[in-house]
């Protein structure tokens, strides 16, 4: 490395440093004002290096990580669904489910609460990196390819956060130049017509400028291509069309249908391009998480982990793997009773409803569909951990080293062959370093079914779906995979719908898709679980006593009715001091908390909130 590269890279460390120190200064009032690269050291623009390290650090705290792992404050508003049993931990998810006490103004603080740059801070800090990128880099010295390269890639980092930011607000204040102190932007809050006007020319310029650029898996694995920057377009004109942007029952705002034809335009596209770029479903659903590099035809959008490089791993695995395994299983990974009763029978068909595969509630686990298999450990399966092939998971609530009852474990993100000893991430290092992946065929192939379906090609729509469950290994049975249920455009959204929540489990999306939908609204009953506790003919100290080093549950049948009810009974869990589900419908347009509304410039808050005027959809 020359010396010249050498001092760049130090200016530019010593840039990046600046800008925190400076940040602990600002003032409230001047939320918009973050210390950016005008006047700090513009030789940072003329070198590669010094820009990839910023580069670097906008894809750090911009890119979506393993969840739980970088959580925005207040992060259970987020992360609230029916699919998992999260709210019983997390006081703001039962407030967003209206479970127990009520969401208040002050709770939502996605867009960041704290003048920080760190991951969840301050999403306009966030912004201010890409504006910084895209206001300098064109001043500096680099050949103009390298520079649409570098461009590419903040334009789509900055349609990401404002797209992020629009999803949970509606309007925000739309910053697009560096802000200055004598440019300070007073705005106020835009249109989500105008916001996501904004993020599509971001994608457009990104898809433009990225023409050609197919970096390594090696070494570019996980930055942002044409690829992505297309399916990402495609994603947000889905939303744009979508009821929570597009309702269908609002006088004020008229449904638009060429919404939903601009949107299957776009996603053809990107379902195409993918296609062309050698894009396929992975063979077995099990591997989609365990398998990385080229060697994934499934993944589309990564950020990439690593157990061994400094800083770069996560604490997935020890918050999805039972504490026999050397992990702490969150109750993010417990799933709901309604998330267990979604997943149909082996046919395609929902519970209770084919001859060839009938569903037993206390059986419950089999002739469902195979993803159920692939995504939770059930009492008495075969759950390899640590290497060891034979193993089997036990749930009961006396379990030794067990002891939560839990119906279920999910297992889709643990490593079976991670020793028990190596799984927890400490001091920048450990854990399975599994790759996370945001955007993956199957939401592609979804999207465009939505869009298909909404545009009258319901056998287009069904073809996408008929092909993920045919890689799930549903059998077409005598109803087309389920499919033939559908027999109308209202049907087929449901079960695109409940696809949706089966596909992505746990992938943290459901909250998403609820809001995205304008389903939120519309859940009902009470939150339960399931648990597995011990029959009253049952002896604990009998199922494990151990004979010639073997315990003597690892020799019952499970799937023998009779003899699982000699030793077990399931058991639905609810909370007496919760509410059923009841989420107001001006929830799918948060407020901004207080300190932003107060100290920023001319913000207004939500209509529907408290002292609210600002309509999104306006």
Not at 130 to 137: F, K, P, Q, T
Not at 316 to 339: A, C, L, N, W
Not at 481 to 509: M, S
């Amino acid at each position: 490395m020359s010396n010249k590269l050498k001092n760049n890279i130090k200016k530019s460390f010593l840039m990046l440093m600046l800008t925190v120190a400076l940040a602990a200064c600002v003032n409230k009032d001047d939320f918009f004002l973050l210390p950016d690269t005008e006047g700090i050291d513009a030789a940072i623009w003329d070198n590669e290096g010094s820009v990839q390290l910023h580069l670097n650090r906008v894809y750090d705290v911009v890119m979506a990580a393993f969840p739980l792992q970088v959580a925005p404050d207040r992060f259970g508003v987020h992360y609230a669904s029916d699919e998992n049993y999260l709210p019983d931990l997390d006081v703001n998810a039962r407030a967003a489910l209206g479970l127990q006490g009520v969401l208040g103004d002050n709770d939502v603080r996605f867009v960041g609460n704290q003048y920080r740059g760190n991951p969840g801070d301050n999403k306009y800090w966030d912004i201010a990196r890409c504006n910084d990128a895209i206001g300098n880099v064109p001043k500096g010295s680099l050949p103009q390819d390298r520079q649409k390269v570098l461009l590419g890639q903040y334009h789509a980092l900055r349609a990401i956060t404002y797209f992020e930011l629009v999803k949970v607000y509606g309007g925000v204040p739309l910053i697009l130049e560096p802000q200055l102190e004598n440019s300070v932007y007073m705005g106020g809050r835009k249109s989500a017509r105008e916001c996501f006007q904004a993020i599509l020319n971001d994608l457009n310029t990104s898809i433009t400028m990225l023409e050609g650029f197919n970096p390594d898996d090696g070494t570019g694995r996980g930055k942002i291509t044409k690829l992505i920057a297309t399916c990402i377009k495609a994603k947000v004109l889905f939303y744009m069309a979508s009821p929570q942007f597009n309702p269908r029952n609002d006088p004020k705002h008229p449904f638009v249908q060429e919404k939903w034809s601009t949107a299957l335009q776009a996603n053809k596209e990107a379902y195409d391009l993918c296609l062309a770029a050698g894009k396929r479903l992975m063979p077995n659903y099990n591997d989609i998480f365990r398998t990385e590099g080229t060697a994934n035809t499934e993944a589309i959008m990564v950020r990439t982990y690593s157990s061994t490089i400094n800083a770069r791993g996560h604490d997935g695995e020890y918050r999805s793997r039972p504490g026999s395994e050397g992990g702490s299983y969150h109750q993010f990974y417990v799933p709901t009773t309604k998330m267990l009763d979604a997943y149909p029978m082996r046919d395609g068909k929902p519970r209770g409803t084919s001859t060839a595969y009938p569903y037993d509630d206390i059986m419950f686990w089999q002739n469902r569909d195979p993803r159920f298999e692939a995504t939770f450990a059930y009492n008495g399966s075969l759950y390899p951990l640590s290497g060891n092939t034979t193993r089997k998971q036990w749930n009961y609530n006396t379990a030794v080293n067990e002891s939560n009852g839990n119906a279920v474990y999910v297992r889709r993100f643990t490593t079976p062959g991670l020793g028990s000893g190596a799984v927890r991430y400490s001091n920048g290092l450990g854990g399975s370093g599994m790759d996370w992946i945001e955007m993956r065929l199957a939401e592609v192939m979804l999207n465009y079914a939505d869009c298909m379906n909404e545009t009258g090609n319901i056998s287009g729509a069904k073809d996408m779906v008929r092909q993920i469950r045919v890689r799930a290994g549903i059998v077409q049975g005598d109803s087309d995979y389920g499919l033939g249920l559908a027999g109308g455009g209202d049907e087929l959204r449901t079960l695109i719908l409940n696809e949706r929540l089966i596909e992505f489990a746990f992938e943290n999306k459901r909250n998403a898709d609820l809001r995205r939908s304008r389903t939120m609204h519309l859940l009902t009953g009470s939150m339960s679980k399931r648990e597995i506790q011990l029959a009253a003919t049952s002896d604990k100290n009998v199922l494990e006593a151990v004979t010639n080093g073997v315990m003597f549950r690892e020799t019952i049948n499970v799937n023998d009715k009779t003899v699982y009810n000699r030793y077990f009974r399931n058991v639905i869990v609810t909370n007496a001091t919760y509410l059923p589900y009841n989420v107001p419908e001006f929830h799918y347009f948060y407020t901004f908390h207080a300190d932003f509304v107060n100290f920023g410039a001319n913000i207004v808050p939500t209509i529907g909130w408290p002292g609210g005027t600002f309509d999104p959809l306006d």
